[in-house]
């Protein structure tokens, strides 16, 4: 993928003193055409008490260079040396930076040196990130998912991706991305007529012209959607955790599923997975580890008050089907390591509330043509199908007292607040529980879906598009995140849902229950 002159400046953010002189000798070379460019701004991610991820990317083979402090002005900063970013890489690195405990807020500044000239360094980028405190205080964060999709890409006349201005207007502490990052399987075309007669002019470039199939078109769909400065300016500034679903691959995609769609040459799934999990997981500020290199799912404590458990609703379920089985394989939708992943982590957590990133819905009935996508699968009565592996889970939760455990989604392109009950529901062994469901964030909103009484779920608020009316464009408003705040003190938590405009739609206040 080949990136225009226009492009690399748009996406360079410049800013901030120059390097200390270890890394910015005065004998640095100033020809524009020998300094590596910073294509895509920075990111950070999977922060913990003392460290966290930080990525970036360039435009040639050089290596990051990384400065860090605990203050704007960078004040006794120190230097990391970080790996090279290579084409083996698609030109990305990314640091698990650490040391950083003690710190309420990280500065950093990445450049990058030329790997034939040590002189050549690149212009900085400049990113800042909260860390989880020590102590109980106020935090704030925002969730949301579907980026870019329904071909509604990047519209320049229109301000771009507008949302992640906005949530970036929250000050939020951190970012979680519930998932379809990107759309590799969503083509743009230059220009799509509106409803009203105007026209949405999209930024085109090579990647997002056709599904993606090989490993660089995979890495497109991220570089598409760095271009934005809306996403580029809030990266800087806010923290990811970031998880997948289904459009980093293909529609509705399952393991070892054989594609029926025209568009493709590559009709292997699976392998299609293995490369888009390669461009995600490249792409994103995400640590992977040794003994598990490609898990998507993983925890977070952020404070004392509050524990992340983000989920991989992708990886291990068994084919999309009427999803009416007693049991067995084809049930599998987490899968049973992940499942006690999860309840040994919701056991163990010392946090007040703990808070399950989900990229699907429980009780929202999601179609695969006359299959079902999701968990819920149209029938009212005892679980069957994936609802097992939930049932199972809602039961151990009540059983052993784990409270506070909220739920939150996007997926289904609307938004709105859940409240589960056993005395509305088929299967009743629970403790009642919400979940809260955001999006899109740029992207086509539908909506809203037919919710199964399996576990008594009941529509407290939404808001999704007229009826009659799908696929709306992000000009009409119809774009959604939802804002978590966590008082310090009380440890009262409170869910809005809110538009692209910064409008609160629905606040649900939630009091901790003490065990």
């Known amino acids: 993928m080949r990136l225009t ?38 990111m950070s991610g999977d922060m913990l008490a003392d460290r966290a991820m930080l990525w970036s990317q360039v435009d040639r083979p050089a290596r990051m260079l990384i400065e860090i402090a605990d203050n704007p002005e960078f004040r006794g900063a120190r230097q990391l040396l970080g790996p ?36 050549a360094i690149s212009e900085p980028v400049i990113g800042q990130l909260r860390l989880p405190p020590v102590a109980r205080r106020d935090v704030r964060f925002v969730w949301s998912g579907d980026t870019a999709g329904q071909g509604w890409g990047i519209d320049e006349s229109r301000g771009g991706m507008t949302t992640y201005d906005t949530m970036l207007r929250q000050r939020p502490d951190f970012f979680i991305h519930s998932g379809d990052t990107v759309y ?22 090579p990647a997002k012209l056709k599904v993606a199939e090989t490993l660089d078109e995979f890495r497109g769909q991220y570089a598409y ?34 594609l029926d769609d025209d568009r493709y040459s590559e009709k292997n799934v699976s392998l299609l997975a293995a490369r888009a999990r390669h461009a995600f997981l490249e792409n ?123 739920w939150l989604t996007a997926d ?39 919710l199964d009484a399996t ?11 007229p009826d009659g009316r799908a696929n709306l464009s992000p000009a009409e408003g119809y774009q959604f995140f939802g804002q978590v705040d966590l008082d310090g003190e009380s440890e009262t938590l409170t869910v809005t849902l809110m538009d692209s405009a910064g409008e609160a739609l629905h606040r649900q206040v939630l009091e901790p229950q003490r065990a």
């Open 84 to 119: 090279e970013a290579l084409p083996a890489t698609g030109l990305t690195a990314k640091l698990d930076a650490t040391g950083l405990g003690g710190m309420d807020t990280a500065h950093y500044r990445i450049r990058f040196e030329a790997l034939d000239d040590h002189r």
């Open 5 to 42: 002159r226009r492009d690399l400046l748009s996406l360079g953010l410049k800013g901030g003193a120059v390097l200390g002189t270890s890394l910015a000798a005065p004998s640095i070379i100033l020809a524009e055409s020998r300094r590596p460019v910073i294509t895509s701004g920075v």
């Open 184 to 205: 590799a399987d969503g083509p743009l075309q230059e220009s799509v007529e509106l409803p009203n007669g105007e026209l949405w002019r999209n930024r085109v470039m």
């Open 412 to 450: 289904v392109h609307y938004t709105a607040a859940h409240h589960y009950s056993p005395e509305r529901a088929g299967f009743q062994e629970f403790a009642p529980f919400w979940e809260f469901v955001s999006g899109p964030l740029h992207a086509g909103t539908f909506g809203p879906g037919e």
């Open 284 to 406: 994103m500020p995400l640590r992977q580890r040794p003994e598990a290199p490609g898990r998507i799912h993983r925890r977070f404590a952020y404070g004392p008050s509050l524990e992340i458990f983000m989920l991989d609703m992708r990886s291990h379920r068994a084919i999309n089907s009427r999803n009416r089985q007693a049991g067995g394989e084809e049930a599998t939708f987490l899968g049973q390591d992940q499942l006690r992943w999860l309840l040994d982590g919701l056991r163990q957590s010392r946090a007040t509330w703990k808070i399950v990133a989900s990229d699907m819905p429980i009780g929202l009935i999601v179609r695969d043509d006359d299959n079902f996508e999701a968990i819920a699968n149209e029938h009212h009565g005892e679980p069957l199908g994936r609802e097992l592996e939930i049932a199972g889970l809602l039961k151990a939760i009540r059983d052993e007292a784990i409270h506070n455990v909220v």
């Open 225 to 258: 959607n760095l271009l934005d400065a809306n996403v580029r300016r809030f990266n800087a500034a806010v923290p990811m955790l970031a998880q997948w679903d289904d459009h980093e691959t293909t529609n509705n995609w399952y393991p070892g599923e054989i």
């Open 455 to 465: 576990f008594g779920p009941e529509v407290v608020f939404q808001k999704a598009p």
